[in-house]
Antibody, heavy 123, light 113 residues
């Protein structure tokens, strides 16, 4: 079965960086884009960007341009999201999510999600 | 960028009654290439990741109870829970995936009256 397993909770100081991993299993890793979505405490869902695990191509939300880097390691079916120059308002649960496609290649939404990784930014 | 706006922000419905959530996109999310609306609905319970309920505005994900239904086209969409059950208490989000950046609505919290 498809699984996305994320790394554990992190506590960081302002100005530091954090790198969250998302290990995929149960499907062909290079066949599906992975997106990252975050959720601040008590708030809604905020899209951060995607990575194509096959090519390594990425697309980031304008808000995070210059601070976020998404990478992948195909040898271990894992994608990473690194966020730098952390601020207190980056405190959130970070999710990876896999898209689903129909037989013609059209998106069907985010069918699978990781369990989430809480990143706390505090001095 | 396409902005998604949900209404209401919260609602309380009696068990067995109908719950209706609206979602409006700032631009059409109807694809001319496959004539489908690139609009999804998610359910999120406390401490859990979102769960995909509906995609293409009206297609239920496998395993989702048929009391959940989606409708609408273009810019106006609705999620209906025909007979609210206790386990449906959650926050519901609409999302467009028509273009990048994808975006979510602000969420609608559903509670039992």
């Amino acid at each position: 079965q498809v699984q996305l397993v994320q790394s554990g909770a992190e506590v960081k100081k302002p100005g530091a960086s954090v790198k969250v991993s998302c290990k995929a299993s149960g499907y062909t890793f290079t066949g599906y884009y992975i997106h990252w979505v975050r959720q601040a405490p008590g708030q809604g869902l905020e899209w951060m960007g995607w990575i194509n695990p096959n090519s390594g191509d990425t697309k980031y939300a304008q808000k995070f341009q210059g601070r976020v880097t998404m990478t992948r390691d195909t040898s271990i079916s894992t994608v990473y999201m690194e966020l730098s120059r952390l601020r207190s308002d980056d405190t959130a649960v970070y999710y990876c999510a896999r898209v689903d496609y129909d037989s013609s290649g059209y998106y069907m939404g985010f069918g699978y999600w990781g369990q989430g990784t809480l990143v706390t930014v505090s001095s | 960028d396409i902005v998604m706006t949900q209404s209401p922000d919260s609602l309380a419905v009696s068990l067995g009654e109908r719950a209706t959530i609206n979602c409006k996109s700032s631009q059409s999310v109807l694809s001319s290439s496959n004539n489908k609306n690139f609009l999804a609905w998610y359910q999120q319970k406390p401490g859990q990741p979102p769960k995909l309920l509906i995609y293409w505005a009206s297609t239920r994900e496998s395993g989702v109870p048929d009391r959940f239904s989606g409708s609408g086209s273009g810019t106006d969409f609705t999620l209906t829970i025909s007979s609210l059950q206790a386990e449906d208490v959650a926050v519901y989000y609409c999302q467009h995936y028509y273009s990048t950046p994808v975006a979510f609505g602000q969420g609608t919290k559903v509670a039992i009256k």
